[in-house]
Nanobody
Framework: QVQLVESGGGLVQTGGSLRLSCAAS????????MAWFRQAPGKEREFVAA??????YYADSVEGRFTISRDNAKNTVYLQMNSLKPEDTAVYYC?????????????????WGQGTQVTISS
């Protein structure tokens, strides 16, 4: 079955950096669009970034600070997060979808990881 396993979360200070990884198995990775979403306490899960082939998409709130990338040989998608802010604190989830051109809503994705906690201290 399809599994998505996130790693790399942690506690960092404002202005710091983290790199999240999501290792995928049970699917033909290169055929899937991959995305990162996040969910802060008491809030809905929101889109962060997505990648299909080499085309990337970002939420306005992270544009210029976060970079999504993928390594098809390793079945892994990454999220490099720089200039982190307290408002970036959330559980970050990896997601995968096979078809369709929409990338920004949770309903468009078929598979999800369990999430990794990112906490930014002020």
């Amino acid at each position: 079955q399809v599994q998505l396993v996130e790693s790399g979360g942690g506690l960092v200070q404002t202005g710091g950096s983290l790199r999240l990884s999501c290792a995928a198995s049970g699917l033909t990775f290169s055929q899937y669009a991959m995305a990162w979403f996040r969910q802060a306490p008491g809030k809905e899960r929101e889109f962060v970034a997505a990648i299909r082939s080499s085309t990337t998409y970002y939420a306005d709130s992270v544009e210029g600070r976060f970079t999504i990338s993928r390594d098809n040989a390793k079945n892994t998608v990454y999220l490099q997060m720089n200039s982190l802010k307290p408002e970036d604190t959330a559980v970050y989830y990896c997601a995968a979808k096979l078809r369709g051109s929409g990338y920004y809503t949770t309903i468009q994705y078929s598979y999800w990881g369990q999430g990794t906690q990112v906490t930014i201290s002020s």
